[in-house]
């Protein structure tokens, strides 16, 4: 098999793992964001809050790459008009609904119009997470592209160069100092609502799935020791690009995704994950409930964030209170997902039709690999 060319009640448990792992690591990006940027904290919780913030940067990178997988799949099975109409129900809708939500209640009412409109079109809004959705649209809607792209490997690393070099100028332009402060901070958000300097992570995933039982295969046969290995070094390496840049011009653009480091620690995580899942007898219940709700989860967890942040900033304070809030930001968006799932309104808030699970079997392993 050299793509994924697979019957549709099929699922690909290393995807799954991924997403459920990388939705908690999206919750902890977001819970040290408020400890490192509103909150007093000593000097220990800082610099833990920066390692869990940094540790956590593989999450858009690893659902874009899984999103890339996936949709090359679904090329292969629908129309192109069919799966647009299908994105504008599951990504546009509650996208908009949620966008709507954040700005009635998190807004300040000094924005103008035109900021609102911006917030519309960019998702950089009080539910600042949301940008995530337009970046992943545009994806779609230039998926029959990103394909005949895919197709070639010369223009799938020429894409990835494109890319690399564009986090190398950005990240010197602003340990440079070269442009202002806040000019840099528009830019960023800006930039991270813009498919080109985020498409190489798509695009290489859709040309994992044409290939995909080969790179499977080729994970299967190396040992967990490797990737461990290629983890810490990678990790090593973006924790001191963070601190040397960070301490260089205290930025808070210098700890985000426009990294070369971030890339490489990025595909890391992702094959690191995607072995452990492998030498998984059976996928834990708990991976397979979050996989489940990881999309709900994305786009309620900054609302249960700042409701927190409203009842107890000390939550934010210290070390333990950021492991156990972050543990309290899941939970309770997964129990904020699985009501409004029993809904009428569930379509509408979560791009899912009911709350009923269906038994999707997954195929064994050995099964695809042998393909």
């Known amino acids: 098999m050299t793509s994924l060319e697979v019957k549709s009640n099929s699922r ?38 920066i390692v869990i913030n940094q540790l956590s940067r593989f999450c858009v990178p690893a659902f874009l790459f899984v999103s890339g997988v996936l949709a090359y799949q679904s090329y292969m099975k629908n129309s192109y008009l069919q799966l647009i109409k299908g994105k504008i129900k599951d990504l546009i809708v509650p996208y908009l609904v949620w966008t709507s939500l954040g700005l009635i209640f998190f807004l300040s009412y000094s924005s103008n119009y035109k900021g609102i409109i911006m917030i519309f079109l960019t998702g950089n809004g009080p539910f600042y997470q949301l940008y995530y959705i337009p970046l992943l649209f545009q994806m779609f809607i230039f998926l029959p592209l990103i394909i005949k792209l895919a197709r070639s490997k010369k223009a799938v690393i020429s894409l990835l160069l494109i890319n690399i070099l564009m986090y190398v100028g ?4 602003v340990v440079g100092a070269v442009l202002p402060k806040d000019l840099v901070g528009s830019a960023s958000s800006i930039l991270q609502s813009t498919f080109i300097i985020w498409m190489s992570y798509f695009c290489l995933g859709v040309y994992a799935a044409q290939y995909y039982s080969k ?30 840049s960070f301490g260089i011009e ?9 990294r070369l480091t971030v890339m490489i620690y990025s595909f890391a995580s992702m094959a690191l994950i995607v072995k452990i899942s492998m030498t998984l007898r ?8 979050i996989y489940r709700n990881s999309f ?17 900033s000390l ?8 492991v156990l809030t972050t543990l309290l930001t899941l939970i309770v968006s997964y129990w904020f997902v699985e009501l409004i799932k029993m809904t009428p309104i569930s379509t ?3 791009g899912q039709k009911s709350n009923r699970k269906k038994h999707v079997p997954v195929e064994p392993l050995i099964n695809r690999l042998d393909s």
């Open 12 to 49: 690909f448990p290393e995807l799954d793992f991924i997403r459920a792992i990388a939705v908690i690591a999206v919750i902890a990006i977001h819970v040290t964001s408020i400890t490192l940027t509103k909150m007093p904290a000593d000097q220990f919780t800082f610099i833990s809050s």
């Open 170 to 173: 950005y990240q010197i332009l």
């Open 215 to 244: 790179l499977l295969e080729f994970i299967k046969s190396k040992s967990l020791t490797i990737f461990i290995a290629i983890y810490i070094v990678s990790a090593i390496a973006l924790i001191m690009d963070t601190l040397l």
């Open 250 to 258: 205290k930025q808070m653009e210098l700890m985000g995704y426009f």
């Open 282 to 289: 059976n996928q834990p219940k708990y991976i397979t409930s």
């Open 296 to 312: 709900g989860i994305y786009l309620i967890h900054v609302a249960i964030i700042k409701v927190v942040l409203i009842v107890s």
């Open 315 to 322: 939550l934010f304070t210290n070390l333990l209170f950021i």
């Open 348 to 350: 509408v808030f979560l």
